[in-house]
């Protein structure tokens, strides 16, 4: 019997988006106003893979990323946040959904040593190719015309609650805990038991609130956090029943 926590991860496990940190590696710290401006909407991670070209075509190395990305600092609370589950890990999955890449979410899980608070990562696929460009793919294709091209992640949650089931893992209550407009769609797949947690004053947290304001049917509670310590607290409250 155990709970089940979700985690985005840019600008909830870390205190930025390391998509837009890592341009602070290009030279003066800057992208082109050509390439800035090939973004589409829906189509984030094709930008990334121009953006990690023009990186190391500009002659920016692994080590150079490797080194900005682990600097990223992690929202206020997490750590404590994450010492708490690996206390309590007879009682919760831990999975991260994100919108980042597999090279990043490794470096930063890596240089925190808290790889084994997770049970399981999914995101878009990274890989350095052998001219040491890091190159990105999407994560899957969909048909959730809410989302970005690359990652519904309502399609992954389903997915890995129903394998879960089939492996005979029947999760008590689900914990989403994000903050972006990506996390609203998982959100809309809670049930009763379920709790949503949005980041105080980001998109997510918006969007609940418009949407309950609209008597829009919400069967899951809500929970707001600020800081990884009120996340915390909300788990102790849940453990303990």
Known sequence: MKILLVFDFDNTIIDDNS??????????KKLPIE??????KGFW????????????????????MKRAVTSL???????????FIR???????????SDSNSVFIDWVLEAASFH????????????????????VENYHTHSCNRCPKNLCKKVV?????????????????????????????????????????????????????????????MEYSVVVWSSGVDIISHLQFLIKD
């Open 73 to 83: 600092p992690f929202t206020p609370g997490m750590v404590e946040l994450f010492n």
């Open 35 to 40: 390439l800035r401006d090939s973004y589409q």
């Open 157 to 217: 949650l389903i997915e890995f609650v129903d394998k879960q089931l089939q492996q005979g893992v029947n999760y008590t209550q689900i914990v989403y805990i994000g903050d972006g407009g990506n996390d609203v769609c998982p959100v809309t797949f809670l049930k009763n038991d379920d709790v949503a947690m949005p980041r105080k004053g980001y998109t997510l947290q918006k969007t609940l609130s418009r949407m309950s304001q609209n008597l829009e049917p």
């Open 19 to 28: 998509d837009t940190w890592i341009v602070q590696c290009a030279p003066n």
């Open 116 to 135: 084994d608070v997770f049970d399981k990562v999914f995101t878009n696929p990274a890989a350095f190719n052998s001219n040491g460009h890091l190159t």
């Open 87 to 97: 206390k309590n890990k007879d009682k919760f999955d831990c999975i991260i959904i």
């Open 45 to 64: 991670t094709e930008f990334m893979g121009r953006v990690f070209k023009y990186l190391g075509d500009k002659g920016v190395r692994e080590h150079e």
